[in-house]
Nanobody, 125 residues
Framework: VQLQASGGGLAQAGGSLRLSCEAF????????MGWYRQGPGKQRELVAT???????DYNDSVQGRFTISADNAKNMWWLQMNNLKAEDTAVYFC????????????????????WGRGTLVTVSS
């Protein structure tokens, strides 16, 4: 299985970007999909998750500004990022796992089985 992330780029503060992640391959069955990010000099942090049932959760720092969504039939998920801030500058990674019952608060970075290559988001102030 391969995850392909896209949609990163340069945005001004207050602007918007939409990230996409598509899974390719056989045997894909995910219960939890998400986005991580790693800013300059920072640890990778979980930004948002969506379950196969459509339950979404967010890091407090993006709550109200970012929206995660998924289309299970297409094996795709997205991260709509609005009102971007300079501190959102980071490399964003999509990730997914089959872990029924897991959630934003329970999942750990090492639990995610499949990862996409990062896509860089740069927000200028």
């Amino acid at each position: 299985v391969q995850l392909q992330a896209s949609g990163g780029g340069l945005a001004q503060a207050g602007g918007s970007l939409r990230l996409s992640c598509e899974a390719f391959g056989s045997g894909m069955l995910y219960s939890l999909m998400g986005w991580y990010r790693q800013g300059p000099g920072k640890q990778r942090e979980l930004v948002a998750t969506v379950t196969s049932g459509g339950i979404t959760d967010y890091n407090d720092s993006v709550q109200g500004r970012f929206t995660i969504s998924a289309d299970n039939a297409k094996n795709m998920w997205w991260l709509q990022m609005n009102n971007l801030k300079a501190e959102d500058t980071a490399v964003y990674f999509c990730a997914a796992v089959w872990a029924p019952g897991s959630s934003f608060s329970l999942i750990r970075i090492r639990d995610f089985r499949d990862w996409g290559r990062g896509t860089l988001v740069t927000v200028s102030s």
